[in-house]
């Protein structure tokens, strides 16, 4: 399998760490979809990155696409429950850390990639308070649990902390951890794994 990506992109990372907690052999091709030339639009109609070419059946897209297909590649470390309550509510979660995500990324490109005179500090101001919210919505949610669903990791911590590290490199004035103690507490864990520790995105 290939897969393509930048080394920035939460929501690929968030792909790598699933690749990396199975087990899954992959060729990494570092993509820049702003850029000219990008491959990812050369498999994925909408452009973006993550992006996975399967070695016989075509590429998939969106990385929560990507994460289910993953899954049922392997049976070492299942991330994702069978369907039912358990799964949604890890969906649940996933949902609300790729919205975190959806708005840092969003507020980040109109901050620092357009032009001073079309910025609109209102729609920023939205997607920052957008970041806060789903903040403290996952802070409430995951209260005094090891992780995300209990006592073990799955789809949902992986999802969180992509999010969280995203801030960190992103927002890295946020202090988002000073009101988050259970989230902070959940990144030290994660980040102590191979998985996060081998994904971490270059200083920006
Ligand atoms: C979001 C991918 C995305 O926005 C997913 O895979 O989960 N829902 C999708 N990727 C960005 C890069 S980044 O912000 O991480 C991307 O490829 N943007 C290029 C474009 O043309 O929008």
Redesign the pocket.
């Known amino acids: 399998m290939k897969l393509i990506g930048?080394l920035?992109?939460?929501?690929?990372r968030?792909v790598r760490i699933v690749l990396a907690e199975k087990k899954l052999d992959y060729e990494l091709i570092l993509d820049d979809?702003?850029g000219p030339g990008a491959r990812?639009a050369e498999h994925n109609p909408?452009?973006?990155?993550?992006c996975l070419i399967m070695d016989e059946s075509g590429a998939l897209?969106?990385?929560?696409v990507?994460v289910e297909y993953l899954d049922t590649l392997s049976p070492v470390g299942r991330l994702i429950p069978p369907p039912g309550r358990e799964r949604i509510e890890v969906k649940r979660w996933e949902a609300v850390a790729?919205g975190v995500?959806?708005a840092a990324?969003a507020a980040f490109?109109e901050t620092h990639r357009r032009p001073e005179s079309q910025r609109n500090p209102d729609w920023i101001a939205r997607q920052h308070q957008k970041v806060h919210a789903g903040l403290d919505y996952m802070e409430q949610l995951l209260g005094e649990q090891s992780y995300c669903m209990g006592v073990n990791l799955c789809l949902a911590d992986i999802a969180v902390g992509a999010a969280l590290g995203y801030l960190d490199l992103r927002f890295p004035g946020l202090d988002w951890r000073a009101g988050h103690p259970h989230l902070a507490r959940l990144a030290e864990k994660l980040d102590t794994r191979p998985s996060f520790t081998t994904t971490r995105p270059p200083a920006a």
């Open positions: 930048s920035t992109s939460p929501y690929v968030k979809p702003w990812a909408l452009g973006k990155v993550p897209f969106d990385s929560r990507i790729d995500m959806d990324a490109l």
